[in-house]
């Protein structure tokens, strides 16, 4: 009796033990693929905290003798403070914008009844079956025609279009039990109030991880601002940072400290806020999918 229980408890014991070295195996590969992908970033850092002499002459893991040298450079010798400036006034008009007329657009399709509602529908539908850059040529010729180059208004409003964001909000407008509109209703609200009042308080959570996603899009957004700001006082962080090699020519200290505060401030939203981060690609990838 004792072995046959023995026995069991032997065979019930092997697929745990299986799983355990699954996770473990696993667990190994996820900490390997981490490291390979931090391994590009943490170079950047640490060879931004070398001097020039340093970088050309060894190859070591951490700087023998760290400098802010080239950060000081940076902010000193070029315009990279006017860059952040820029990026930072087309971002948040970009992601403010956008986001309130997205959450309209998607209240308007989900709540209201008008003329030619289901054919704007299926319009933002189909604007997923056109890339983007397919877009760019006739973008850059209507902001051209209307004198908008170098403009902050000619980096904002093509980048306007999110139907994904519209698409995110119909859905979860047509989650919402219909109980909240007629109550409302009958109180004696208007459509406006509606709006504002019942239902975007409803989506705050979804509102807050869709203006995180739509702000580190606008400020990592490189093709739209390198066409359109020509200009160097016009030109954004993910565009004026290119123009930092011609300037400083071989020294990548200087180089990398650039891109290092370039990609400082998502870098900064990003750890700030990963889950909302997380959610709204989340949201997005099961649009997509």
């Known amino acids: 009796m004792t072995t046959v229980a023995t026995r069991s408890a032997t065979e ?6 299986r799983f355990g070295i699954g996770r473990i195996l696993l667990t190994l590969l996820t900490l390997i693929a981490a490291a390979i992908w931090f391994l590009p970033i943490y170079w950047a850092i640490v060879t931004s905290l070398r001097s020039d002499a340093d970088t050309v002459r060894e190859f070591t893991l951490l700087p023998s003798s760290p400098t802010i040298s080239g950060y000081i450079y940076g902010i000193t010798n070029s ?20 986001v309130l007329v997205s959450a309209m657009t998607g209240y308007a399709i989900s709540q209201l009844r008008f003329p030619g509602r289901n054919l704007l529908w299926w319009t933002i539908l189909a604007s997923f079956m056109i890339p983007v850059p397919a877009l760019i040529v006739n973008h850059f010729v209507i902001i051209a025609d209307v004198k908008l180059l170098n403009t902050h208004a000619g980096i904002i409003l093509p980048m306007l279009l999110t139907p994904v964001t519209v698409i995110v909000y119909k859905g979860f407008f047509d989650g919402l039990p219909r109980e909240y509109r007629e109550a409302a209703v009958m109180d004696g609200a208007n459509p406006y109030q509606l ?28 093709l739209w601002p390198f066409l359109v700001a020509q200009n160097v006082q016009m030109m954004t962080v993910a565009v004026g940072i290119t123009t930092v090699q011609d300037a400083f020519g071989v020294a990548y200290g200087r180089v990398l400290a650039g891109a ?7 870098a900064l939203a990003y750890l700030l806020f990963q889950r909302r981060v997380t959610q709204a690609i989340a949201l997005s990838a099961g649009i997509k999918g």
């Not at 995180?212 to 899009?217: E, K, P, S, Y």
């Not at 290092?260 to 998502?266: D, I, K, T, W």
């Open 12 to 17: 019930m014991s092997r697929p745990a033990r």
């Open 79 to 98: 315009q990279l403070p006017v860059w952040y400036l820029n990026s930072t006034i087309t971002s948040v008009v970009i992601t403010v914008v956008a």
């Open 195 to 222: 709006f504002y009042r019942v239902f975007l308080p409803m989506n705050w959570g979804v509102t807050t991880a869709m203006a995180i996603i739509t702000f580190i899009g606008a400020w990592n957004s490189f």
């Open 260 to 266: 290092v505060m370039a990609s400082l401030p998502v």
